[in-house]
């Protein structure tokens, strides 16, 4: 069993925009964005990528589960391992789904409904037995979806709306910055308040600063500018994150060498990885 005070963050899906399996991928992993964040017994789940499937088994081995999955938005690459999760076929099992970017246009069920219906795919959203809710709320809200953990959100600037998090458990901080682009020598001030100080902020870090001008209004990030904003809000342990599919393993290794040297702890995400606060 957990220890009660334990907290800690481990990556099931480390990549952004679509699943890259193969030789060039299996250090730092070819899933997409599925984060699992542990608070003492609670488990909170972050995005519902191809990393999810691989997240089921090992929660299945908890027996029964009371838990949260909160989504950053619902582009493809972060729900379409959600028709895979093993956990949610449980009738024992609760989960309680969450998103701060579709009101009031959208409802987070609805969405899925879509995503999981003919002729996208043939197995319907109802298919699960676990006891689903689904709470849409608004990025900037305060969240207490269990006894003394405390979610803050903030907007991100991503094509059609996503929301970061910060989870904060024990005087101890973990944060999920990611799908947000940031605009050249213009801090962007709601995710430096999000992550102010905290003690872990994992970030969208899709391209280089060299690579970013071409892909302008894509809505994604530079692992230089996740250090500037974590240099600026004072955080200690910075994640790069969401890696670009064409980004191989040599590719990672270069970065993970140059973020080392402009920012020593930097770390650098692959898939299987746990860290704690």
């Avoid at 600026?232 to 140059?258: E, G, L, N």
Wanted: aromatic fraction near 10%; charge should be negative; glycine fraction near 6%.
């Amino acid at each position: 069993m957990p220890e009660k005070d334990e907290f800690y963050v481990r990556f099931w899906g480390v990549r952004g925009s679509i699943a890259c399996p193969g030789p060039d991928t299996v250090r730092y992993g070819g899933n997409t964005s599925c984060l699992e964040i542990r608070c003492g017994k609670e488990v909170l789940i972050f995005d519902a990528g191809t990393g999810l499937r691989l997240l089921g088994p090992a929660l299945d081995k908890l027996g029964t589960l009371d838990a949260d999955l909160f989504f950053t938005h619902t582009h493809l690459d972060h729900i379409n391992g959600l028709p895979f999760f093993s956990s949610a076929f449980s009738s024992a099992n609760r989960f309680h789904f969450w998103a701060g970017h579709l009101k009031p246009d959208h409802r987070l069920r609805d969405v899925l409904n879509r995503a999981m219906s003919p002729p996208l795919f043939p197995v319907p959203l109802d298919i699960f037995h676990a006891d689903i809710s689904y709470n849409d709320f608004n990025a900037g809200e305060v969240l207490r979806p269990k006894p003394g953990v405390v979610l803050r959100t903030q907007p991100l600037n991503h094509p059609s709306n996503a929301t970061g998090y910060r989870v904060e458990y024990n005087d101890k901080s973990i944060c999920y910055v990611t799908d947000t682009e940031h605009v050249v020598g213009s801090p962007d001030a709601n995710v430096l308040k999000l992550i102010d100080r905290a003690d872990i902020v994992v970030y969208d870090a899709t391209y280089t600063d060299e690579e970013f001008p071409r892909h302008i209004r894509w809505g994604h990030s530079t692992w230089q500018e996740c250090l500037r904003l974590c240099d600026a809000a004072k955080v200690k342990t910075a994640v790069i994150y969401h890696h670009d599919p064409s980004h191989d393993d040599a590719f990672m290794d270069r970065i993970a060498v140059d973020a080392a040297h402009a920012r020593p702890g930097t770390v650098v995400a692959r898939e299987g990885m746990t860290l704690a606060p």
